[in-house]
């Protein structure tokens, strides 16, 4: 398996722009996570779908950011417009259940990361 | 609410050093934890996991046990090398589809050789 997919893995934009960041989660795999990790505010949880179903987006910091998920292959984080504060690494997950000693648990798998720049 | 406090880096060590990171958490149930580490330019990986008390999960040399009584689940190696330089992250989940993980804020290990 590839993994989980993102593009691009950079990004350099002008505020004002429209920025459109992909996800393709791992096969089999019916959750999906959106992060954004910076050096003053770590790693935040910007929303999360089951399903395709978007079930807390409540980390989403404002109406420019949205997500969707219009199938169990594909996801998309957009801005608009962007602003250099949302300069970061935006991080896309999508976790599988794994089992062990009787137990289940839920693994998230990361992918590589888009580092975005805003001018 | 559930949470997740992990030792502030960075955390420098010379290598063949023993390293520990601290990390506790409060829940609410009884959650699985995890260790995922962050090695620089990359995403996240799961490093090691512990789904029940008195679970010891172990992955390259690195150990941890949970500790239900301290609510802890501390990070272990007994002899560390440059490779092991990255950020690492302890987490908690409960099972069910609709559950997230709750990461600490990550801890910087460095090591010298």
């Known amino acids: 398996d590839a993994g989980v997919i993102q593009s691009p893995r950079h990004e350099v934009t002008e505020m004002g722009q429209e920025v459109t960041l992909r996800c393709k989660p791992i096969?089999?795999?019916?959750?999906l996570f959106w992060y954004r990790q910076t050096m003053m505010r770590g790693l935040e949880l910007l929303i999360y779908f089951n399903n395709n179903v978007p079930i807390d987006d409540s980390g989403m910091p404002e109406d420019r950011f949205s997500a969707k998920m219009p199938n169990a292959s594909f996801s998309t984080l957009k801005i608009q417009p962007s602003e250099p504060r949302d300069s970061a690494v935006y991080f896309c997950?999508?976790?599988?259940?794994?089992?062990?000693?009787?137990?289940?648990?839920?693994?998230?798998?990361f992918g590589p990361g888009t580092r975005l720049t805003v001018l | 609410g559930d949470s997740v406090t992990q030792m502030e880096g960075p955390v420098t060590l010379s290598e063949e050093a023993f390293l520990t990171i601290n990390c506790t958490y409060t829940a609410t149930g009884y959650p699985s934890l995890f260790w995922y580490v962050q090695y620089p330019g990359e995403g996240l990986q799961l490093l090691l996991k512990?789904?029940?008390?008195?679970d010891k999960g172990s992955n390259k040399g690195f150990e941890a046990t949970y500790r239900k009584e301290t609510t802890s689940f501390h990070l272990e190696k007994g002899s560390v090398q440059v490779s092991d330089s990255a950020v690492y992250f302890c987490a908690l989940s409960y099972g069910g589809a609709t559950n997230k993980l709750i990461f600490g804020t990550g801890t910087l290990l460095a090591v010298q050789p």
């Open positions: 096969s089999g795999h019916n959750s």
């Open positions: 512990a789904t029940k008390a008195d």
């Open positions: 997950a999508s976790r599988g259940v794994g089992t062990s000693g009787g137990s289940s648990y839920n693994e998230q798998f």
